[in-house]
């Protein structure tokens, strides 16, 4: 096993879509868990959940430097 430290927040191609399976760039941290969701479920999700998330990590920037299926 490696040591190499991960930065927890970075989403990566294993993350997926908790609405739809796309990969994910959003995630949504709250007091039950976190939620994952790709840019189009973020853009639908995200101003109800943000009241009451405790954290979120966003990274939909990328979305603009990949292609999207
Ligand atoms: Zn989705």
Redesign the pocket.
């Known amino acids: 096993m490696s040591t190499s430290v991960v930065e927890p927040t970075q989403l990566t191609a294993t993350d997926r879509?908790?609405?739809?399976?796309?990969r994910?760039y959003v995630r949504v941290e709250l007091e039950s868990g976190s939620l994952l969701?790709?840019g189009?479920?973020a853009n639908q999700h995200l101003d109800k959940l943000s009241a009451t998330a405790k954290n979120i990590v966003d990274e939909r920037a990328q979305l603009t430097a990949e292609s999207v299926n």
């Open positions: 879509c908790d609405a739809c399976g796309a994910a969701f790709c189009h479920h």
